[in-house]
């Protein structure tokens, strides 16, 4: 497991350095224990159990996200800001950050808010790749006609991933989903329409405040749901509702902690000397209040469309603290922090479907929660892995100037500072946001999904997932019910083509 672990965190920051994105090694490292499980030595028959293969993916999976998103980018922000003296205290608080991140999703897993039984679409392909080589067969066929769809679609530029997706996911959000992205795609056509004064200085402000909106309409939501105390789904055993498992509890506990971390985050970071007690006490609690928002928003949209827009979510958090006021160091960390929050949160929940999927969606609960708990300790330890790695890569890095390139963009918005243009927009349009995501409710996710679509630019990722949800919707029209299934094995086989040409590419591009 361990050397699963090294490799997955080399990755992922080798490419996070390189290209800026950090690859989804969860099928590599799926395949990998298959292939192992193969080879004809005693040592290694361990590796024939769907659930080793299972801890396997969950473990390199949590190392890669967990070394390139939640570590090795927070700690350049400040290095590329001219502050080497904040790394080590964002190392810190980062470090910590995830930690609590992964552990938060583990307890809200199978709640009303994170349901077992929601889509979780990285999850189903890595379940279904797994019981497809297991059981061979009709799945097997199917799977290896997707992953060659995968593969060949990805060779002419098509983010395959996505159309897979589409095949899995709920079908109401992705369709926002594909809205958002062709909407920012061809923002340049429709723009022009857009009235006076609900832009700014260019309409990349209508993300943010787009996700502005849906957030802070999706925590009310979240709140709701723990004020009516309605109970979680029916995957949760009685006992564990009633011990740590409630809603409220969790997220008492996850907001108590993380402002703690932010207060040991702003301690290290010397700031009791550099700013007043009461801009200090709001950016303690502001951090901690982005840092929460922020992994649910992840979360969110990872339980529903696969994507996690770690990056592009935190820029909303550093442009409210631009606005709020604090000091450029503040700011650096401030996004470091929030950033560090949402990768390891949205990628257990995908582990955990796809554990929950193999061990029989629940019938066996006890089996079922002491599995939970075994993936959990296999991430948790991948995740200290990854960050015995980034502490002695990181300095590698640094030595040459190179930090992530999602760094200097953040760099760049503290060192531009405020304009009250774009703090009208963010207003203006987190209105539409949150009206569309209390319209959707709970279970649709439309403005989250929205405004996901609208944070990333890849039009081309919008026509994949809105052909997929035409071809799920003709292959379901066809087969029924009944073919869900293997629509599922489809769709998985193209999910990890494209994760596989991905990873090759990758490779290459990196010099590995």
């Given at each position: 497991?361990?050397?699963?672990?090294?490799?997955?965190?080399?990755?992922?920051?080798?490419?996070?350095?390189?290209?800026?994105?950090?690859?989804?090694?969860?099928?590599?490292?799926?395949?990998?224990?298959?292939?192992?499980?193969?080879?004809?030595?005693?040592?290694?028959?361990?590796?024939?159990?769907?659930?080793?293969?299972?801890?396997?993916?969950?473990?390199?999976?949590?190392?890669?996200?967990?070394?390139?998103?939640?570590?090795?980018?927070?700690?350049?922000?400040?290095?590329?800001?001219?502050?080497?003296?904040?790394?080590?205290?964002?190392?810190?608080?980062?470090?910590?950050?995830?930690?609590?991140?992964?552990?938060?999703?583990?307890?809200?897993?199978?709640?009303?808010?994170?349901?077992?039984?929601?889509?979780?679409?990285?999850?189903?392909?890595?379940?279904?790749?797994?019981?497809?080589?297991?059981?061979?067969?009709?799945?097997?066929?199917?799977?290896?006609?997707?992953?060659?769809?995968?593969?060949?679609?990805?060779?002419?530029?098509?983010?395959?991933?996505?159309?897979?997706?589409?095949?899995?996911?709920?079908?109401?959000?992705?369709?926002?989903?594909?809205?958002?992205?062709?909407?920012?795609?061809?923002?340049?056509?429709?723009?022009?329409?857009?009235?006076?004064?609900?832009?700014?200085?260019?309409?990349?402000?209508?993300?943010?405040?787009?996700?502005?909106?849906?957030?802070?309409?999706?925590?009310?939501?979240?709140?709701?749901?723990?004020?009516?105390?309605?109970?979680?789904?029916?995957?949760?055993?009685?006992?564990?509702?009633?011990?740590?498992?409630?809603?409220?509890?969790?997220?008492?506990?996850?907001?108590?902690?993380?402002?703690?971390?932010?207060?040991?985050?702003?301690?290290?970071?010397?700031?009791?000397?550099?700013?007043?007690?009461?801009?200090?006490?709001?950016?303690?609690?502001?951090?901690?209040?982005?840092?929460?928002?922020?992994?649910?928003?992840?979360?969110?949209?990872?339980?529903?469309?696969?994507?996690?827009?770690?990056?592009?979510?935190?820029?909303?958090?550093?442009?409210?603290?631009?606005?709020?006021?604090?000091?450029?160091?503040?700011?650096?960390?401030?996004?470091?922090?929030?950033?560090?929050?949402?990768?390891?949160?949205?990628?257990?929940?995908?582990?955990?479907?796809?554990?929950?999927?193999?061990?029989?969606?629940?019938?066996?609960?006890?089996?079922?929660?002491?599995?939970?708990?075994?993936?959990?300790?296999?991430?948790?330890?991948?995740?200290?892995?990854?960050?015995?790695?980034?502490?002695?890569?990181?300095?590698?890095?640094?030595?040459?100037?190179?930090?992530?390139?999602?760094?200097?963009?953040?760099?760049?918005?503290?060192?531009?500072?405020?304009?009250?243009?774009?703090?009208?927009?963010?207003?203006?349009?987190?209105?539409?946001?949150?009206?569309?995501?209390?319209?959707?409710?709970?279970?649709?996710?439309?403005?989250?999904?929205?405004?996901?679509?609208?944070?990333?630019?890849?039009?081309?990722?919008?026509?994949?997932?809105?052909?997929?949800?035409?071809?799920?919707?003709?292959?379901?029209?066809?087969?029924?019910?009944?073919?869900r299934a293997n629509c599922q094995v489809f769709a998985a086989g193209a999910i990890a083509g494209d994760a596989l040409y991905s990873f090759g590419s990758s490779l290459v591009r990196t010099g590995k």
């Amino acid at each position: 497991m361990t050397p699963l672990c090294v490799f997955g965190a080399v990755i992922g920051m080798q490419v996070l350095m390189r290209l800026g994105v950090t690859t989804n090694t969860a099928l590599v490292g799926a395949m990998v224990a298959m292939a192992l499980g193969r080879v004809p030595l005693a040592s290694l028959r361990i590796y024939r159990s769907i659930h080793v293969q299972n801890l396997a993916q969950s473990a390199i999976s949590a190392a890669t996200f967990g070394a390139a998103n939640s570590l090795l980018l927070p700690i350049g922000i400040p290095f590329a800001l001219g502050r080497p003296d904040l790394v080590l205290p964002m190392f810190v608080g980062a470090t910590l950050a995830m930690l609590l991140d992964a552990t938060l999703l583990y307890r809200m897993f199978g709640s009303r808010v994170f349901p077992a039984e929601g889509a979780w679409p990285p999850g189903v392909a890595a379940a279904e790749a797994i019981r497809a080589g297991d059981e061979g067969g009709r799945k097997a066929w199917l799977l290896g006609i997707g992953l060659v769809v995968g593969i060949a679609g990805s060779v002419f530029g098509i983010p395959m991933s996505g159309f897979g997706v589409a095949f899995i996911g709920n079908a109401w959000a992705l369709s926002m989903f594909a809205l958002g992205l062709l909407g920012r795609g061809y923002v340049h056509l429709w723009s022009q329409f857009v009235p006076a004064g609900w832009t700014a200085a260019d309409p990349s402000h209508i993300p943010q405040g787009l996700m502005l909106g849906a957030g802070l309409a999706a925590l009310a939501q979240v709140v709701w749901t723990i004020v009516r105390g309605e109970r979680a789904t029916s995957t949760i055993d009685p006992a564990r509702e009633a011990s740590a498992g409630r809603l409220p509890v969790v997220l008492g506990g996850g907001a108590v902690t993380y402002l703690a971390i932010a207060a040991l985050l702003a301690a290290l970071a010397g700031f009791w000397t550099q700013m007043d007690w009461p801009l200090l006490v709001g950016f303690i609690v502001y951090a901690a209040f982005a840092a929460l928002l922020h992994e649910l928003i992840i979360g969110l949209a990872g339980m529903h469309s696969g994507w996690f827009p770690a990056f592009a979510v935190a820029v909303v958090s550093l442009a409210i603290g631009l606005l709020i006021g604090f000091p450029p160091p503040a700011l650096a960390l401030l996004v470091g922090f929030t950033a560090a929050t949402g990768p390891a949160f949205a990628d257990m929940g995908c582990d955990l479907k796809a554990g929950f999927l193999l061990r029989g969606q629940g019938e066996d609960m006890h089996f079922e929660l002491e599995g939970r708990r075994q993936q959990y300790l296999a991430a948790m330890f991948a995740l200290l892995v990854a960050t015995i790695v980034v502490a002695v890569a990181c300095h590698g890095y640094f030595a040459r100037n190179t930090v992530a390139p999602v760094d200097h963009v953040f760099v760049a918005t503290i060192r531009a500072g405020t304009d009250p243009a774009i703090a009208r927009a963010l207003a203006l349009w987190a209105i539409p946001g949150a009206a569309l995501q209390f319209l959707g409710g709970q279970k649709r996710q439309l403005g989250i999904m929205l405004a996901t679509g609208t944070l990333l630019v890849s039009p081309l990722a919008g026509w994949a997932v809105a052909t997929g949800l035409i071809g799920r919707a003709l292959w379901l029209h066809r087969t029924g019910e009944a073919g869900r299934a293997n629509c599922q094995v489809f769709a998985a086989g193209a999910i990890a083509g494209d994760a596989l040409y991905s990873f090759g590419s990758s490779l290459v591009r990196t010099g590995k």
